[in-house]
């Protein structure tokens, strides 16, 4: 895959709504679903886009949120939106995380360059990075297509 589209790819996904990222159901591609929304006045329909890491052969999430934060954040009534809207801290509940800062491609990695030289394939590392994790992916391919609402990811095809 071109890095250079593979890279105005991901730039596009800055600012947008992580609302699901995990293997998909035949556990060999990792897919990521953003919720794309522009201001009204552009005119522009807001979108869900999946974006389908191919031949992924590493994923590693992590969180990015401080271990203070998580201490305050363990309570289920935060995994709910209307319960943790009102209690101190991390709210689960709101089902999304914005794409901030963001996705980029990193340099090739010794393991990139391993699977490329066993598959005969280009291999790439990404990182994507939300307000609450970190995920990095090693892959060959990403494809992008829209899917309606009401998508779930774990419904075979």
């Not at 779930?152 to 095809?157: W, Y």
Request: proline share 6%; with cysteine; hydrophobic share 40%.
């Amino acid at each position: 895959m071109d890095t250079a589209v593979l890279e105005q790819l991901l730039d596009e996904t800055f600012d947008h709504a992580v609302v699901h990222h995990g293997y998909t159901n035949y556990m060999r591609d990792y897919e990521v679903v953003v919720y794309m929304t522009a201001d009204p006045s552009t005119g522009v329909k807001p979108s869900y886009l999946r974006y389908l890491f191919r031949y992924c052969v590493e994923a590693r999430c992590e969180t990015s949120l401080p271990a203070m934060t998580w201490q305050r954040s363990l309570d289920d009534r935060l995994t709910d939106h209307e319960s943790g809207v009102d209690l101190d801290g991390f709210v689960w509940g709101v089902k999304w995380h914005p794409m901030y800062p963001g996705a980029k491609l990193l340099p090739p990695t010794d393991a990139a360059l391993r699977w490329s030289h066993a598959l005969g394939i280009d291999f790439h590392d990404v990182l994507l990075e939300t307000n609450a994790h970190r995920l990095t992916l090693l892959f060959s391919e990403l494809q992008v297509t829209e899917v309606p609402v009401g998508y779930t990811p774990f419904v075979a095809d």
